[in-house]
């Protein structure tokens, strides 16, 4: 290594190619593992530990429990069985004692291994006729260098085809002694010892290769730490931006038009309601764009409360816009308006993709003229060529099927508009915290008085005569109910197939006696529309259809749903569709036919059966499929966590979110001379997820 005149962060930049043990063979594949510079390989971090700390001598093992044992490979058996399996048997030598290691029908493991070879077996063990085996163990070649792991928390990197764990651990190992000791560190002195964390310089050799579970905890505190904290100071300069620079107008409730808009709703407004309102109504106030999200259980109610907002910006004479993700739901939301406005003298008008190019030319216009009061729409309502004349507030709803930065697309020319955002999937609190960390948060905790509960049934096929029994039943007393198919594919084509077919056999055999109508993705608006009118005046008694009325379709006499093949919808999904039958005075009853074939589907129906509280499901949920998934912070377009777990973490995250913020009160712009560092490493990762622009 050339150091004679390089500053560290130039050495730290050294392609990989130049790394120990690492060479022209594997240059490809490490930039296929997206490492391209030496600090990209200290900062790989393992995404696992293989914990040998109960490694044995083949002669100590005890049966059942997860122990190691490393040997070398003495013979290597693959048969066929006679009922046309596979068997594998590798046999391992440790000094004098044998264990043979079985694979039924994995014949691929076979090229894993060759004679002579130094393994590691990871397994419970089993003593059977004078030989201990191990099925299906954990299999790590050994380098031929490479010490004996016994008692070690070895690093489990990511890898690539071609690229082998133990060349990925000497490859790190060796970046970590030459490039490691070149890191700057991050945090002033005082801070590292008042927050109780490992300078980096301790910390990175320990978090490749610990040498206790404690070490390892303290390494791992220190980059969750970091990762969380950096992102909370990008969200915490985003929000005193927003705050500082931008300005809306102040819309305030005087007492004269909080009556005029409560006189429009039919209902008393529930406590939760009331207290969401309230806080929306002193956002509006100010002269601050509001920038809240409002979250709450389906059929919460959150639509008289965006309706609230809508119309105080409308009395100060301002327009107002509501975006929803489906036409079905935009439609839904103007019906709602339409009805609770009869002869209001509120101009409003429905934008959606399906709008045909003149009469949208046309209602484009009054927009831009300011003509319309209250706009409801789809996406639409966000295209390139609409115009606001005096926009004052927006409420998107449903935000998590948009993703937080799309609301920043509308155009309008004027001051900033106050944002309201609602979402029916509450959200568990590290991922508000995270990914809305720059939104207050108003939330809708109890239900409109009245409400029944749903009974909810997971049915195998054997229970079809059954339901379909009570489901007539319940028409006959006069109810409706839903019918709901997966999404077969990723081609809707399909879809449309399996939903007609389950359709047609429906209408021809068990609920040939009654009024059965289909609707899905693929129907043009208009027969959507008409499905869903016919659907709402009880016109159709059935509706059959896929996830289409996933969101918000509110018809409070439906208190059926039939949901095919469960197993392939998600937990939230689910929930939101059971939340289409419990918006009435009848109970209501969901039957599930599922055939969960994994792990993960049946703790989900499981889950699912068992409660219908919309925020313990979404906490399920997310320890389920892990904070990858819906909540998957690269579909929001902000860069993925590197290490952080936003399940288990949490408490790192309340900490590093307290400690952002008051940083951010005492030092705005991180403009301190000690704050440099941190406000580069904010600005590299985040500056242009939030644009955050020059902070200062
Ligand atoms: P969501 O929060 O799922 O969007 P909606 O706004 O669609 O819920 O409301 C669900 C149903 O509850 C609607 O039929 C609505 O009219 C009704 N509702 C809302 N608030 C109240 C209330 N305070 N009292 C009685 N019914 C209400
Ligand atoms: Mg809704």
Redesign the pocket.
């Known amino acids: 290594m050339d150091t004679t005149d390089k500053t560290p962060a130039q050495i730290l930049a050294t392609p990989v190619q130049y790394l120990k043990g690492v060479g022209p063979a594997r240059v490809d594949l490490l930039h296929r593992l997206g490492l391209h510079t030496a600090a990209d390989v200290l900062f790989c971090f393992p995404r696992d530990y293989q914990d040998l700390t109960d490694q044995r001598p083949i002669d100590r093992l005890e049966e059942g429990k997860l122990q190691t044992v490393c040997g070398v490979v003495e013979d290597i058996e693959l048969r066929g069985t006679r009922a046309g399996k596979t068997l594998l048997g590798v046999l391992v030598r440790q000094g004098g004692g044998f264990l043979r290691a079985l694979w039924f029908n994995q014949p691929f493991m076979r090229e894993k291994f060759t004679l002579g070879q130094r393994v590691m077996l990871s397994g419970k063990p089993k003593y059977e006729g004078l030989v201990w085996r191990m099925v299906h163990p954990r299999v790590e070649p050994l380098a031929e260098e490479e010490e004996d792991p016994a008692g070690r928390i070895l690093p489990v990197y990511p890898l690539t085809e071609g690229l082998h764990q133990w060349e990925m651990r000497r490859i790190a190992r060796h970046a970590i002694d030459e490039y490691g000791p070149l890191l700057e560190e991050t945090f002033p002195a005082e801070y590292l010892a008042g927050h109780d964390l490992w300078p980096i310089a301790r910390a990175l050799p320990q978090i490749h290769f610990p040498d206790a579970k404690q070490s390892l905890a303290a390494a791992r505190r220190r980059f969750v730490y970091q990762e969380l904290f950096i992102l909370q100071l990008a969200l915490a300069v985003r929000r005193r931006q927003q705050a500082d620079i931008r300005r809306a107008p102040g819309l305030a409730a005087s007492a004269k038009i909080d009556a005029r808009i409560r006189r429009l709703?039919?209902?008393?407004?529930?406590a939760g309601?009331e207290q969401a309102i309230a806080e929306i109504a002193a956002d509006m106030a100010g002269s601050k764009p509001m920038n809240r999200l409002l979250q709450?259980?389906?059929?919460?109610?959150?639509?008289?409360?965006?309706l609230y907002a809508m119309l105080l910006a409308v009395a100060h004479d301002y327009q107002a816009a509501l975006m929803a993700p489906t036409e079905v739901l935009a439609r839904?939301h103007a019906q709602?308006v339409e009805k609770l406005l009869t002869g209001s003298e509120v101009r409003r008008g429905l934008l959606t993709g399906g709008l045909p190019a003149k009469p949208r030319a046309a209602l484009l216009e009054t927009i831009a003229a300011g003509e319309l009061d209250l706009v409801i729409g789809t996406q639409a309502i966000i295209q390139e060529d609409v115009r606001f004349a005096k926009l004052g507030v927006v409420v998107i709803?449903e935000q998590h099927k948009f993703g937080v930065r799309q609301r920043a697309k509308l155009k309008y020319a004027g001051p900033d508009p106050h944002y309201l955002v609602?979402t029916?999937t509450p959200i568990p609190r590290s991922v508000t915290m995270t990914l809305f960390g720059d939104l207050d948060v108003s939330t809708?905790r109890d239900?409109?008085?009245?409400?029944q509960k749903v009974n909810t049934y997971l049915a195998g096929e054997d229970k079809r005569e059954r339901w379909w029994d009570f489901f007539r039943k319940k028409l006959r007393e006069g109810r409706q109910g839903f019918v709901v198919t997966p999404l077969v594919d990723e081609s809707e084509q399909l879809d449309v197939a399996s939903v007609q077919q389950r359709f047609e056999a429906l209408a021809n055999g068990e609920l040939e006696a009654f009024r059965v109508g289909l609707i899905h993705g693929r129907m043009p608006p208009h027969e959507k529309d008409a499905v869903m009118d016919a659907f709402r005046c009880n016109e159709r008694q059935v509706l059959v259809c896929t996830s289409v009325v996933e969101v918000?379709v509110?018809v409070?006499n439906a208190t059926l749903m039939t949901i095919e093949s469960g197993e392939r919808f998600g937990l939230a999904q689910l929930h939101q569709l059971r939340?289409r039958i419990s918006?009435?005075r009848h109970p209501g009853f969901c039957c599930v036919f599922a055939d969960p074939q994994t792990d993960a589907a049946r703790k989900r129906l499981e889950a699912f059966a068992k409660s219908t509280d919309g925020f313990k499901l979404a906490e399920q949920d997310f320890a389920l499929r892990g904070p990858g998934d819906l909540f998957g912070t690269q579909q929001h377009g902000l860069p993925p966590l590197r290490i952080a777990d936003l399940l288990r973490d949490q408490e790192l995250l309340i900490e590093a979110r307290r400690d952002a913020m008051q940083l951010i009160a005492a030092d705005h712009g991180l403009a301190r001379a000690e704050h440099a560092r941190l406000r580069r490493q904010m600005l590299t990762r985040y500056g242009r997820a939030f644009e955050l622009g020059d902070v200062g």
């Open positions: 709703f039919p209902f008393e407004l529930t309601q709450g259980d389906v059929g919460s109610g959150k639509t008289v409360v965006a839904q709602t709803d609602m029916a809708l239900l409109p008085p009245g409400r918000g509110d409070p939340g918006r009435g």
